[in-house]
């Protein structure tokens, strides 16, 4: 089913697969290919299993890029904000059964999504926004670069009373971020705020395979 037409200022996620080149240059690409399938598949899992009430996320994938933006511009921003990092949450827990891990930059601002007149031989997508822009250009290219499974929302364009009401509001995922001077970082991996420190010092100048332990729930409990 394809996406229904969107143009509001909202939250956005530009998300893809860490490592996804030197996948395409081992064995005939053949891991970059399953990547792909794991990616697809759960990808529309998280989007499908999200909370039938609140704001809807929805998402665009291609290739090993993801773009998954919040609709109901009329909810409050904390509730948009939420929803949206419980999907992220999803798709990267989703992610590791299969050793794979997404770099996700978040942005707020104007977004537009329009389907256009198509016939065979060619899709065409009207995607447009500095929503958009700002969380891909944060993806190769922001203030500090953006490790294997790190989630950031930039502060950029991002009104004060949307920050404070965002950071204050008492649910799961608001709980475990920390914010620093360009960034609201989330941390997926974490049950609460408290398990922050312990994981960022497992993360710490470890190894691909020990990030992926780092990663995992059972070690944030």
Same mark, same amino acid.
């Given at each position: ?97 299969? %050793? ?6 978040? $942005?707020?601002?104007?977004?537009? =999504? #329009? /389907? +256009?007149? &198509? ?65 609201? %970082? ?6 609460? $705020?408290?398990?922050?420190?312990? =994981? #960022? /010092? +497992?993360? &710490? ?17």
């Amino acid at each position: 089913m394809p996406l229904d037409n969107f143009d509001n200022d909202t939250f956005l996620a530009f998300t893809d697969i860490s490592g996804f080149k030197k996948m395409m240059s081992r064995e005939q690409g053949v891991p970059a290919i399953r990547a792909l399938d794991n990616f697809f598949r759960e990808g529309y899992q998280a989007l499908s299993s999200q909370r039938k009430t609140g704001p809807r996320v929805d998402g665009l994938f291609i290739s090993d890029c993801g773009i998954l933006f919040v609709r109901n511009p009329q909810e409050r921003p904390a509730l948009r904000l939420n929803a949206l990092l419980r999907v992220v949450r999803d798709l990267n827990q989703r992610l590791l059964p299969h %050793h794979l891990m997404l770099t996700t930059s978040i $942005a707020y601002g104007q977004f537009r =999504f #329009e /389907n +256009r007149i &198509e016939f065979q031989g060619i899709e065409k997508n009207n995607v447009f926004g500095n929503a958009y822009v700002n969380a891909y250009l944060d993806q190769v290219g922001g203030f500090h670069k953006l490790q294997p499974g790190k989630c950031r929302v930039l502060l950029k364009n991002l009104p004060e009373q949307i920050l404070n009401e965002a950071a204050n509001a008492n649910n799961d995922c608001h709980q475990i971020t920390k914010k620093d001077k360009h960034y609201l %970082h989330y941390y997926w991996m974490c049950n609460s $705020a408290d398990q922050i420190e312990g =994981f #960022e /010092n +497992r993360y &710490e100048d470890a190894p691909y395979e020990g990030i992926l332990r780092a990663l995992q729930p059972n070690h944030n409990n």
